[in-house]
């Protein structure tokens, strides 16, 4: 199929398409309100509301930045093979 | 009135003002008299001023001004404005990147450009400026509130038609120099902005919690008052958790918001800007810095609700002004100078933006609208000057809408821009991965979404105790979803987002009639882009300058 589409097009078949990307959909847990919607336990005098949404800052930070590291490697890798029109 | 604070705040201002009106010679085109560059600073924007500029559009009075005053209203449900931000990245992060992509190859400025190249059809490319254009109209009226409250906290408060002065005087200096500047001007001033801005909240999410006694008594007060019932309704006004009501609205709010807020002209404008895919990567990895500040700021309702601050009465409406409370809190805690300080902050942050979505607005009126229906033969000269008239014209928009729709919390100003603008969703956004949806279902979808979605809004009491007047809020029980009178959960209490009904509701519209158009033989126009152009790097970037219609050749 790769193949194919270097033949038909002349470059090396470029895509946005990666298993990385379904880190994207972890930080959407934060939308499931019965995860965190507890006083107790309580951190720096802060409920769990409060202190797991804030939680969620480093983790979405986390699952961007490793699909983003992977799109920057694949993108590399295309240009060297001569992906550059 | 407050004369320390005020002079702070205006020798702050006027530096800003002497900064925009400098911008045009930053990193100086040729000419100004070109819509790319007074509209998109020559799409050359790096990683950091990209991070600036996009930073300074997400978070602005909305952040300062409205969240912590919901959080004051209502409690744990303002904290939405957090799970917003967080899972707006991971959301977007994709379609923006195709978005960026497919603009630089065909020279594309605004949401609408693409809509017509993907499309084909001018009528759903014009449906989609429009919608632009009035949905950051609420927006813009945002941030004006953000600015007047710390104004009136200052002593600036007068009574009748004198109460309003203020207000129009900065619009008068913000609007001269983004005339001048063109977007420039704030990504220039987004710098000083955002230094103000970090100075301000890491003194006050760290210094005033010791002060009140640290967060755990903050909050146990705040649980306190909140519970206190309301002698008009007899019910709390909140709570410090989300009751069995209020999640589905959360939830809601908080993923309707991140849908919305690329969609917004203004914020895509700062994504076309950048100079590259890995830009914008990088940008998306960044960007959540501010979330976190933005999670602090909210926590500083409850801070203000502890110490027991009063909100401001509005000399020109007579009624409290919520959006007054973290002023207030800062007034009371801070020294003058530092009060002072954090007003400029919070005043500068309500300009930039509004500097930027007025320029975006602009861009959409003249590229979509003037050149598209008005003058197709305009010069790049003529349309430069239409943006900057245009852009003129919005922020007069805005004034007004802030006199028209007065919701109980200002950040309904920004749902309800947001329910507006989710409505071109479909065409959009959906259109960058598939042309599947027919170009008529999606007019069709909109059409329904948009009537459905503004009617529901207008439905919703100002005064919830009377159940006077439209426009109060962003948000619905299910009871009272209906179609044609038929009303399919009467009993459910269980609140919801009006964008996210309105969304889905134009979502099934297109679907269903796409299959019928096709049997039908409706045309369905001709696609000016080709699936490379989606994932194009912009290899070439900055030597080769797509200018704008150069795509029909291409395409023909």
């Known amino acids: 199929m790769v193949d194919q589409e270097r033949a038909a097009t002349g470059r090396t078949p470029n895509h946005d398409r990666s298993p990385w990307n379904l880190l994207l959909l972890v930080p959407l847990l934060m939308l499931v309100t019965p995860l965190w919607n507890h006083d107790e336990p309580r951190v720096l005098g802060l409920p769990m509301f409060y202190w797991a949404q804030f939680l969620f800052v480093p983790l979405g930070v986390v699952c961007v930045g490793l699909v983003v590291r992977a799109a920057n490697r694949r993108e590399r890798g295309t240009e060297r093979d001569g992906g550059e029109r | 009135m407050q004369w320390t604070e005020f002079g702070v705040f205006t020798a702050l201002f006027l530096l800003v003002s002497v900064m925009g009106f400098a911008a045009s010679r930053w990193r100086r085109a040729a000419s100004m008299e070109h819509l790319d560059e007074w509209g998109l600073g020559g799409r050359r924007f790096g990683s950091w001023i990209t991070w600036f500029l996009v930073g300074g559009d997400l978070y602005t009075a909305y952040t300062f001004v409205a969240v912590p005053a919901l959080v004051f209203g209502a409690g744990a449900m303002g904290f939405f404005a957090l799970p917003y931000t967080v899972v707006l990245y991971p959301l977007v992060l994709l379609p923006l990147l ?64 004198a109460g309003h002065a203020p207000l129009f005087l900065a619009f008068v200096v913000l609007a001269l120099y983004t005339y001048h500047s063109g977007l420039r001007a704030p990504a220039l001033i987004a710098f000083v902005k955002d230094l103000l801005i970090y100075v301000v909240i890491l003194v006050a999410v760290f210094y005033l919690p010791t002060q009140i006694g640290g967060w755990g008594s903050i909050i146990d007060d705040s649980a306190a008052v909140l519970s206190r019932p309301d002698p ?42 950048s100079s590259g895919r890995r830009v914008i990567r990088r940008n998306m990895v960044a960007l959540p810095a501010y979330s976190f500040l933005l999670g602090m700021l909210a926590l500083l309702g409850y801070a203000a609700l502890a110490i027991g601050v009063e909100p401001i009465v509005n000399g020109a409406t007579g009624e409290p002004d919520s959006n007054t409370i973290v002023p207030v809190l800062f007034d009371r805690m801070f020294a003058d100078w530092f009060a002072g300080l954090a007003y400029a902050a919070i005043g500068i942050g309500a300009l930039v933006p509004a500097a930027i979505m007025s320029i975006a607005a602009a861009n959409l009126w003249t590229r979509n609208i003037y050149k598209e229906h008005l003058r197709p033969g305009a010069t790049p000269a003529q349309e430069a000057k239409q943006a900057k008239l245009a852009s003129l014209v919005v922020k007069f928009g805005a004034v007004l809408s802030i006199v028209l729709i007065d919701p109980q919390f200002s950040i309904d100003m920004q749902l309800i821009g947001g329910v507006i603008v989710l409505q071109t969703l479909p065409a959009v956004a959906v259109a960058l991965y598939t042309r599947w949806l027919h170009r008529w279902a999606l007019v069709a979808g909109w059409g329904v979404g948009m009537s459905w979605g503004l009617w529901q809004l207008y439905l919703i009491p100002k005064d919830p105790v009377t159940g006077q007047g439209h426009f109060g809020g962003s948000a619905m029980p299910l009871s009272d979803f209906s179609l044609f009178g038929w009303q399919p959960l009467p009993d459910v209490r269980t609140q919801i987002y009006v964008g996210a009904v309105a969304l889905l509701l134009n979502l099934l519209v297109a679907v269903v009639l796409t299959p019928v158009l096709r049997r039908s033989g409706a045309s369905r126009g001709t696609d000016h882009t080709s699936p490379d152009d989606y994932l194009a790097t912009g290899a070439g970037e900055g030597r080769e300058r797509v200018e704008p219609g150069t795509d029909e050749v291409r395409a023909g």
């Open chain 2, 232 to 273: 008009d309704t007899g019910q709390a006004s909140g709570s410090i958790l989300l009751g069995e009501h209020n999640q589905l609205q959360y939830a809601t709010l908080a993923l309707g918001s991140a849908l919305s807020l690329f969609l917004y002209p203004h914020s895509l404008t700062g994504i076309l800007a």
């Open chain 2, 98 to 161: 195709r978005m960026w992509s497919v603009s630089k190859a065909h020279g594309y400025v605004t949401p609408a450009d693409y809509v017509r190249g993907r499309y084909d059809s001018s009528l759903l490319a014009t449906l989609v400026a429009v919608t632009g254009i009035v949905a950051t109209m609420p927006y813009i009226a945002l941030q004006l509130a953000g600015l007047e409250a710390v104004l009136r906290t200052m002593g600036l408060n007068g009574s009748g038609l």
